[in-house]
Nanobody
Framework: QVQLVESGGGSVQTGGSLRLSCAAS????????MGWFRQAPGKEREGVAT????????IYHDSVKGRFTISQDRAKNTVYLQMNSLKPEDTAIYYC????????????????????WGLGTQVTVSS
């Protein structure tokens, strides 16, 4: 049973930075992809960034390219999301997720492809 616990959320001003952490109960490598997703009030969940646990290939949503960086530390069974130059539109609950099977054909940011989810951490960016 895979368990994921997010931390690092908080409130910052526009232009600020936060680093989110996702601690997994087991080996990150047991999953094919790990990722960060977010959901704002009244909006559907969207993929923010994911990472191939094997070769560390990152995938980013266009809205965060150049601002966010996803990384992993297999020794710590932890995935990180460094968020810089935060904007009010980044405000959402951020969820960590893991996919147990292979992801191909551009599905890396599809929430429905992920099998395990954390409870989320709130990120609020004020103007």
């Amino acid at each position: 049973q895979v368990q994921l616990v997010e931390s690092g959320g908080g409130s910052v001003q526009t232009g600020g930075s936060l680093r989110l952490s996702c601690a997994a109960s087991g080996s990150i490598y047991s999953n094919t992809f790990m990722g960060w997703f977010r959901q704002a009030p009244g909006k559907e969940r969207e993929g923010v960034a994911t990472i191939d646990t094997g070769d560390s290939m990152p995938i980013y949503h266009d809205s965060v390219k150049g601002r966010f960086t996803i990384s992993q530390d297999r020794a710590k069974n932890t995935v990180y999301l460094q968020m810089n130059s935060l904007k009010p539109e980044d405000t959402a609950i951020y969820y960590c997720a893991a996919a147990r099977g292979p992801l191909y054909g551009g599905t890396w940011l599809w929430p429905e492809k992920y099998n395990y989810w954390g409870l989320g951490t709130q990120v609020t960016v004020s103007s």
